[in-house]
Structure formats: C-alpha cells, structure tokens
C-alpha cells in the first residue's frame, strides 16, 4: 500500500512504528498473550520510542500529534498485535479528555510529569461501570464538593491499563436530579486512594489489562476538576468520536495482517498438486480480505483528517469505527479458513489475531452503538436535506401527489 499525503515527519513516524511493531511486537504476540499481563517492558521501549502521549501539547511536555499520526501508530502497533496495540494507545484516550476540557496549566501540573520522565507512567480512562455500559449517562459514581476538595465515590470497570496506572481519568455525577448534564470529569492521581478490584479474564488481548477501579472516599483538590461542571457527558462523547479513529486504525492493522498471512500461506500450500492461491475460490476471499482492509484504511485516515481539520466527524469517525472492526473481524475468520487447520492451530499465531479481532467490535461503544450514532446524525442532517426531489412523506399524510399526470391522480 502506498502511504501517499503524508508529510515527511510523518512518514518517519509510520515507518518508526513498522520497524517497532517488526520488532518488538509481531514476533513476541503469542508469547506475550500467553503471558496475560500488561507487558511493561514493551510500554518502557514504545515510551523510549516516542510511539506514547502522542497528542498533549508542546506546552505541557507532547509532542503534539495530530489524531492522524495517532493513528500510523496504531494502525502499525495493530498489524503486530491489537492487545499490544490497545496497551500502548491507552494512554491517548486516557489523556484525549483532558486535552479537550483542561488548561494548559492543568496539563503541565498533572500531566507533563508523568510524560516526561525517564519511566512510562500509565493512564487510565474510567467511563464504563456495571450498570453503565453502552448506556454511559447511567454512571453512578459520585463526586461531591466538600470545601476546596472534591470526594468520589463509586466502582469502574473494564478499565484498561488500570492495574499499573498512575492517573485516573473519572466521570462522575454530581448532581443526579440532572441526569447526563449532571457528570463531570476529574484527573484522579493513584496516590488519592484509588484502589484496584476484579482483574476482568479476559478470551483475547490479554496483553492489555482490565480491572475494576474503587474510589471510597477519594479527595482530590478542586483543580482535578477538567472543564466544567455539567460538561463531562459532552466531553466523553468528543473524546469518543476523536478516539474512535484510534481502534479503527488497530483494525486497519488487524485486517491487513490477515490479508498477508492468508496469501503468503496461500501461495506455498500446495493440495492436489497445485498451490491454493490458484484455487478460484481461494483468491477470491483473498480479494474479498483486501477490499475490506483497504476500506477499513482509507475510512480511518478519513475519520482522522476530518478531526484534524476541526470538521465534525462523528458521523465519520462511529463509521471508520465499526467497518473497520467488522472488517478485521471477518478477514480473521477467512485467514484461519485459508490456513485450515494450521489457521487453528495456536503456536501459528492465528488464534491470538481471531480473539484480538472480536474486542475491536465491543470497545469504545460496541458496533451496534455506533450504527445508532450514524443513525441519529443522519435523522438530523435528513430534516435539513433537500434533494430536488417531489414526493415525500408528511407524518401519516398522504403522499404529495401533485407530480402525477391527471388522468394518475384521481
Ligand atoms: C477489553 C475491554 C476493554 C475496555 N476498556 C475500557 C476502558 O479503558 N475504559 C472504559 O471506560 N471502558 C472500557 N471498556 C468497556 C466497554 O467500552 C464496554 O464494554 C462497552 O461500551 C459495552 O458495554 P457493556 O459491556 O456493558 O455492554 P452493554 O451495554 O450491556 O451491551 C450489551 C449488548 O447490547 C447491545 N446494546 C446496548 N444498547 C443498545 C442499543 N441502544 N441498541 C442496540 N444494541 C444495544 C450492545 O451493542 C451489546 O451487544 C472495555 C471493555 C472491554 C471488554
């Protein structure tokens, strides 16, 4: 694939993230999965290589990337591994709240430390709880002002990268009378008092870790309040519609993988005298894993440049979001068909990439979520379109009919 339109800063970027993933990453997946805790040593080298914190700002210690370098990151980091990918990624949601709602002097208090030191230093971004999946405004978690002090109170879950993170990122209600308009979003130190649960045994990408997070009377000064009071759902929806490109690009990753494994194992497999890539019905999945990989590619870098042009793109970003993962998904599935059994088999690898592939369906607002975002900014672009077109529908009315012939309107 040509990387065509990319500055020349980013492209050394993309091939430092090929060259890592090369390295560090694709020929340790298995090993790593079997492992089934956070690789720090791989954070410590991705941290060393700039391949971390990829957008907070100059001013508070970043390099300050755009999302579309988030995404040659990940995008590479994916092709290696989407456990190892989501790991070092988690950072970038962690902090994308904090970017959107904090002042710079809040970034640089709380933030530049911990991206500046000769360490990798984890974030954690807390959003999901039980009873507040999909259906994020149900959190319950509490944040009440005492004085010149916040105190939180209530339990996360599904949170990546918890176990080992240094800071927090919470939503939290604070006035549940009002429901969604209630929630506000804080930077929670660990050092408050936040303690880890339930570690989450998980079937796939277990190089990443979920766990669930406790605040018991947890006190946090007043400026780890991000924003304002009353914004938190909106930030976590701009948060998401920004990182959504971010597991679309481990997708992109994902999908192209399987494309190359499948056909280089397609085109040395010989069965009745003859290499299986020369089957019709082989190449054509082939084919098939190709187009959606390419679609899962462009859909992203499309998700990224409209974000980074400051051009609304949740329409674009819930699309990139849940093509791409349903395309990684079933370009796994056809690999493993393509390599039979040896696509089975643990030790040839295909198994990590087929239960990395299914999370990249559920996380973030889960496919079916994202279709509902689609849907409702469709219905709201629907009231504003107007295409040329006669007949249309008014409620339960009948149909304008005024564009028939006579002799048809009667
Ligand atoms: C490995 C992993 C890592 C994660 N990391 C984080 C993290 O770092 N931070 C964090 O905050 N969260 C994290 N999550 C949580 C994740 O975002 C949620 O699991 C996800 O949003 C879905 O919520 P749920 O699991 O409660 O499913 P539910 O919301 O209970 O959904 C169950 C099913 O119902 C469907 N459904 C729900 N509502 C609707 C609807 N209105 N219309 C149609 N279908 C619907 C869903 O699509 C799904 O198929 C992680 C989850 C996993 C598994």
Known sequence: MVDYNLLPYQQELLEKARAFTKEHITPHAVELDRADEIPMDLLQKAYEAGLMNLHIPKEAGGPGYSLLDETLVSESTGYGDAGCATAIMCNNLAFAPLVIGATIEQLQKYIKPLITGEKVKLGAFCLTEREAGSDAAATKTMAVKEGDEWVINGRKCWITNSPKADIFTVFAQT???KGYKGMAVFMVPKSAGVEIGHIENKIGQK??????????NVYVPEDCLVGEVGKGFHIAMKTLDKTRAGIAAIASGVAQRCVDEASKFAITRKQFGTKIAKF??????LADMQARALAAHHLTRYAAWLADNHINNSTESAIAKFVASDNAMQNAIDAIQIMGGYGYAEEYGMGVIFRGAKLLQIYEGTNQVQRLVVMSNLKKRAKTLDTGFKLHYDGVDAPDHTWLPEERKK
Not at 207 to 215: G, M, T
Not at 280 to 285: A, E, H, L, S, W
């Open 207 to 216: 190089a990443s870790a979920q766990a669930e997070v406790i605040f018991e």
């Open 280 to 285: 019709q019905g082989i190449g054509f999945m």
């Open 175 to 177: 006035d549940p009378s």
